[in-house]
């Protein structure tokens, strides 16, 4: 067996191994779908796994831009992960997913996440639980009960938006001091908004994407800067109310609409999990943003048997940190516990569950420096 590139060629079978794990795809979404990964596999964004000719597995590494703490980065998003049914429980996949994580360094990312539909083979290469999509379930009436306040203008969006979309996403989530929430790329963007079953509207410092789903409306995205403009697209979500009965609306763990509800008690709340892994720490720390309060200085031994691992200075402060490579003892951790360090995941989480053990004197530091509440709105 060996893995290479994906080439245009392939992606029949790629498709066949896709049916085979998810289901059958409608001749649209199949379309849709080709339509979406073509242009990315020059891009060495999809490996597959051969056993001489034959297809066995491949997997894709999706091009995301991901905030942490307000401070965007670029991001393997691992989607499509597939081994065909005879070939499975041999390993296939866990080859599959070090030669993904290789990739993932070698087009320079140094973080990668992705949503599990199992845990076990993401874990025993590095990855970690780290956030969630929270679906929300809210009443159609109670959102109507939100008052547009002053004079928001909205514009139905349409393909050619897409960079506009990204940069109100940069205000938003920079001025959030945001978490784990990613944006597409500006051609998959542009391919979204061609949607014509979406409702999609833009602000100047805001936009929502919603749809009918059922009887019922889905809300994918609403982001904004201002409070106007959040109280103008949710209250545009709620002038359905006469149709729609519920919404089941992405949101922030503390997103502000939940605090624009006149009624607010048992709260239906589905979450999604996602996991990360770190795939450059040197990179991964200076490309992260903290607390700008926040001071830390730690040596950390991060062991990871893919990426080489090793021990590093970590120096955070004025809300920028740095990671030196130094030959001195610390704390210990392994990928999946520096990864979830990284998200946020609190310290005293992480020793209780065995992620990071040794020196305790950093854990304080460390928590008020990385603490996060990660999230995200997409699902890919
Ligand atoms: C999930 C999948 C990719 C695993 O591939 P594989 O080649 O069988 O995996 P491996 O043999 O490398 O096994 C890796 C680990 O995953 C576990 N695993 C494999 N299939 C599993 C399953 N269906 N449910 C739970 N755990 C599973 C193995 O037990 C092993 O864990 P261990 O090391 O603790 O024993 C493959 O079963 C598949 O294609 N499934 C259908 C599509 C799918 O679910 N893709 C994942 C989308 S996120």
Redesign the pocket.
Known sequence: MDIRDLTSEHLDDVLD?RR???GPLAADSREKWRKAVLPTLAEGRYLGVFDGSRLA?AARLRQFTQWWHGRPQPMSG????????E???????????RAVIERGAELGDAVSA???????????VGYEHAGAQHNVRLSAEVLRGIRPSGQVKLRRMGPGDGAEVISVLHRVHGSARASGPISWDERTWNLWLGEEDDFLYLADDGYAVYRWKGGDLEVETIAAASPETLRALWALVGSASSVAREVVAAVAPDDPVLWLLRERTKEQVTQVRWMLRVLDVAAAVERRAYPVSAACEAVVTVDDPIRGGGTWRLEIAGGSGTATPVQESGVTLSANGFSALYAGIPVQTLRLSGLISGDDRYDQALETAFAARPYMLDYF
């Open positions: 191994l085979r794990s998810f597995a691992i989607a499509g992960v597939t081994v065909s049914p070939d499975r429980g041999r390993g296939l996949g866990t080859r599959l997913m992705l949503y599990p539909a199992t845990t076990a083979i993401y874990r025993g």
